[in-house]
């Protein structure tokens, strides 16, 4: 998923006002900020095979160290913990430690069976929605009308930057959502990871920003 993460993102500053919207969403795409150091070190291996699926021309042979229910555990417990040492705050830790790993939550609803339990398990998981374009639209879709409407609802904006870069920041994911999915097949690896690895330093500086601009209700 992508827009399915940014709404847990988003849905989270419901449930805690004290934490910022950008950590929320480091929390919930963590997965996707380890995997791309991942793949061009050469430890986790993507490939570019149009047609693996109908919504992503990316194969996803071994990432089991960004994205299994294991790892993601840990590197949930590991954030949480970091965020309590640095704020002192249990129940943010908890919700961003949950946030973490409710990434492999989302990839296992949409990928097909390739999502793995372990790094040392060759057990896989995948209920497949990718297989459906309309299906992965609407899920998504409705997950990140959702996830947004909470953030609204749980915030307001003291200015202008607060509403109308919200606008923009929602404008920015719903564009590079729908570049992706209809859009051609990336020129190669590289470019994915490159790309994912720009696209979450931006998202997350722009989210910050905007956060700082609005108030809890």
Partial sequence: MFLGHFALGFAAKKVDTGVSLATAFV?????????PVLVLSGVERVAIAPGDTAVTPLRFESFPYSHSLVALALWGAAFGALHYL????????????LLVLSHWVLDALSHRPDVPLAPWSETVVG?????SRPATLAVEGLLFA???ALYVAATRG???AGRWGLAALLGVLGAAYLAAFFGPPPPSVSAVALTSMLGAVVLMAWAAWVDRHRSPR
């Fill in 127 to 131: 209920l497949g929605l990718w297989r």
């Fill in 146 to 148: 959702g996830g947004v």
């Fill in 86 to 97: 640095s704020r002192g705050r249990a129940r943010a830790a908890i919700l961003l430690a």
């Fill in 27 to 35: 929390a919930a795409q963590l997965a996707d900020v380890v995997w």
């Fill in 158 to 160: 003291r200015d202008g």
